[in-house]
């Protein structure tokens, strides 16, 4: 039944619409615009003459109060609270997106630099109002009062996720924290906004006592260019919905930048454009978000209800999603400077620090805390059980449709064949397992009967390449630094050609044997002490960032870093590169060095990106890049004693001194500290599995060399220097010969000896 109440407005609206042209009248009087004067010069607006709308400040970048009228409303305690929320999504964003690099989840998206976008408004929100978001908008689920462990059973899809799994990660929602769950396609949230506000204002007028309440819709920039944006703000406009909409301008929408995606002042001039009360605000400076927010609350509820328009400049900071690289379009340099001169959360902390109601250990003590909670409620929710898989069926219809009940039965007869849902992967994992193995042991046959047809007989007068060649010590290694210049951006392939993909198994091992981070023989109480570890021809990255992860993740010791060093610039390059996918903690713990193993006194940095008090301009902005894939001329040493660890993975049969390097890495360890190598072997403890072996990497390794990087003689070189490595026991001699002291035969055969793991100790003295 329609109320009294909205009948009569109604109704007067339709009154106030009946207007006509008066004679000489110097107003426009069209019904479709009632305040306009007549003008008698034709004159077209343009935008460009209009000053851009101004961007609303409470507290500057040091975190020093610049507007005279604010005063804060919230206690000490309050304030703490919401800066914790923002460490809090900061923290957990990190983790999540290394733990989706590592497989453990299947997407993730960063909010870093927005964070005081989206806990600053919702700071100024009710429990009761209504909320839409993006999905970038963490948050304001942890500011409402969304737990560690709602976000992870959302994102590892286990069966405390009420959404049951149906979603991908970070598609939160929540009935009891008024969230609306988040849809993918963007915009749509926003006309389903002003819906939810009209109802809510209808809901007011049938019924005064229930207490008022008003929407927020959280969108970017980007989704702005949807029609749904122009539909929602236009119907919450005229039909006067208490809705505050809140855009997230940060700069991007994937790969659009903003001077693509618009011509006009940014999306604050739509809101006006609307009839629509808007305001532009920084959106590093919380309290500037806060304030805003909390009068855009006020005016949504004023005159019965009418939208409000946010528009917050931010920046992201992060890539769009763990599917993006946003350095193919956006220079690292621009990142580097927003991160260090505009974060919304060292802002806040500088004003608390002023304050005087935050430090230096409230602030460790506060990460350190939050890290825990964040890995605790990790490890939680991936250990649960998946939702069952009768309900992705549920929910949807009241009533099953014919179509889904076909499928249902398609999957009850799978089942009823394999009765225990867990073995049914199980047992797809086997038959998986088996093929692969039928299909090796058919290569490896091909490869044994075309030796035994004679390939064999040529193999003595066979033409060497350099890998057999004599040459001198320089020679070497200016061919094998043109070797794995050749193979550097394939290396990754080339690893799982030389060794079926296994070299991934043997190098987890070899990190977890090493067990960085964690160190029974410190000194003090806490074996996790800072450490200092050298990866010796490490320039892809792929043993340094193992290590630090299970130092900084697995061991929770943030306190190591790992030096990379590499002869090899271009490998270097790429590992640099990929560094780039790490969390900033873990980038900020790496250096790499262009340096020679044998002679580690003369290090060549790869410049380091810039420091935080380094200030850059933009103008030096293309030099610091230039500086950054150029050789430094500078050299500086790795110092006697100062590495507790060094390692050398699949590189050390390269160098053209052994024994000089096996002497260069005693100098550069500690008293104490560990030599690990790790690299290809002789597998010839089983003959029949040797000569295999050798078949497969002679024959199959260059000609797939010359198919997959048309580079038969890289391939050919390396295959050979495998060849030529000593062996486990002339090489365990040798690393004695150096001075190190081994335990046992000195050495740990992986996969029949195709590879071995060596380490030794530098005496203590
Ligand atoms: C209707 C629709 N079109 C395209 C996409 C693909 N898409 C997902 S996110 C995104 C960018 C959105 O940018 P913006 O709204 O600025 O938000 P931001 O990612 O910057 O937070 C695009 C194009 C989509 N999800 N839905
Ligand atoms: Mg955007």
């Known amino acids: 039944m329609r109320s009294p109440n909205l009948a009569s407005q109604q109704q007067h609206r339709r009154h106030a619409g009946s207007i006509s042209q ?67 999504v900061s923290i957990m964003d990190l983790i999540m997106f290394d733990a989706q690099r590592q497989g453990r989840l299947s997407f993730y998206m960063v909010s870093a630099g927005e964070e005081a976008v989206s806990v600053g408004t919702a700071s100024a929100l009710a429990k009761e109002d209504v909320v839409f978001c993006q999905y970038r908008e963490q948050g304001v689920f942890k500011q409402r009062g969304f737990t560690l462990n709602d976000f992870m059973n959302q994102l590892f899809a286990n069966q405390k996720d009420p959404g049951k799994g149906r979603n991908m990660p970070v598609h939160y929602g929540s009935r009891e924290l008024n969230i609306h769950t988040i849809s993918s396609p963007l915009a749509t949230q926003l006309p389903q906004a002003s819906g939810a506000a009209y109802a809510l204002k209808i809901q007011r007028m049938q019924d005064p006592s229930i207490p008022p309440r008003v929407v927020a819709a959280y969108f970017g920039e980007g989704a702005a260019s949807e029609g749904d944006f122009h539909a929602a703000l236009n119907i919450a406009a005229t039909r006067s919905c208490p809705v505050i909409f809140i855009c997230r301008n940060n700069g991007y929408a994937i790969s659009t930048p903003t001077l693509e995606q618009y011509r006009g002042d940014g999306i604050a001039s739509r809101g006006l454009g609307y009839g629509i009360e808007t305001i532009r605000v920084d959106g590093n400076d919380f309290w500037a978000v806060r304030e805003v927010t909390k009068k855009a609350r006020e005016l949504a509820l004023q005159d019965g209800g009418k939208p409000v328009l946010i528009e917050a400049m ?83 219809y009241e009533h099953l449709t014919p179509d889904l009940r076909k499928q249902m039965k398609e999957l009850k007869s799978q089942i009823e064949r394999y009765p225990d849902e867990d073995t049914m992967t199980d047992r797809s994992l086997i038959i998986v397992t088996v093929l692969f193995v039928l299909i090796l042991t058919a290569l490896l046959t091909y490869c044994a009967v075309k030796y035994v047809r004679g390939v064999a007989a040529q193999s003595a007068e066979q033409p060497t390449h350099f890998g057999f060649e004599t040459v001198t010590e320089g020679e070497k290694r200016e061919r094998v630094a043109g070797v794995f ?35 029974p023989l410190t000194s003090g109480p806490d074996p996790r002490g800072p450490q200092h570890i050298l990866d010796i021809a490490g320039g892809t990255g792929d043993i340094a960032f193992r290590l630090l992860h299970t130092a900084h993740v697995v061991n929770g010791n943030p306190s190591v870093r790992v030096t990379i060093s590499d002869i090899n610039r271009a490998m270097l390059t790429v590992g640099r590169q990929r560094s780039a996918s790490l ?42 890049e230039q500086a950054f894939f150029e050789p430094a001329t500078a050299t500086s040493e790795i110092p006697s004693n100062s590495v507790d660890l060094y390692t050398v993975a699949f590189g050390i049969r390269n160098f053209s001194n052994i024994p000089a390097a096996l002497r260069e890495a005693h100098r550069v360890l500690k008293p104490g500290g560990v030599f690990a190598c790790l690299e290809f072997s002789k ?8 000569a295999l072996y050798k078949e497969w990497s002679f024959r199959a390794i260059p000609l797939i060399g010359q198919l997959v990087a048309a580079d038969r003689d890289s391939y050919q070189y390396l295959v050979e220097s495998i060849e030529r490595f000593p062996s486990q026991e002339e090489f365990r001699d040798m690393i004695v010969d150096a001075g190190f002291v081994v335990a046992g035969q000195g050495y740990e055969d992986l996969t029949g000896g195709v590879a071995a793991i060596h380490k030794g100790m530098k005496p203590r003295a």
Request: hydrophobic residues 35%; charged residues 30%.
């Open 485 to 519: 210049t050749s193979v550097a951006e394939s290396y990754d392939r080339m690893n799982d050609l030389m060794s079926f993909g296994w070299h991934r198994v043997w190098k987890d091992h070899f990190v977890a044997s090493l067990n960085p981070g964690f160190s």
């Open 683 to 690: 597998a010839d403890k089983h003959p029949l599995f040797n």
């Open 22 to 88: 008066r004679p000489d009248s110097k107003h426009v009087m069209f019904p479709g615009a009632v305040k306009s004067a007549f003008s008698y010069t034709m004159r077209f607006e343009q935008p460009s003459t209009y000053p851009a709308l101004p961007t609303y400040r409470v507290v500057d970048q040091n975190g020093a109060v610049v507007d005279p009228d604010f005063v804060p409303d919230l206690s000490d305690e309050e304030v703490i609270k919401l800066y914790r929320d923002m460490l809090t």
């Open 314 to 396: 931010t920046y992201r900071v992060s890539h769009h999603s763990t599917s993006d690289d946003s350095f193919a379009y956006r220079a690292r340099v621009e990142v580097e400077d927003w991160k260090r001169r505009d974060n919304p959360i060292a802002r806040l902390r500088k004003w608390m620090e002023a304050k005087g109601c935050w430090d230096e250990n409230k602030e460790k003590e506060a990460r350190e805390s939050i890290r825990r909670d964040v890995l605790k409620a990790f490890s939680e929710a991936e250990r649960e059980k998946k939702p069952p898989v009768r309900t992705m069926f549920e929910d949807v």
């Open 583 to 624: 969390p900033a903690s873990q980038q900020a713990a790496l250096t790499f060095v262009e340096a020679n193993a044998e002679d580690l006194t003369k290090t060549r940095p790869l410049h380091p990106y810039p420091s935080a008090s380094e200030p850059t301009s933009h103008d030096a902005q293309g030099k610091e």
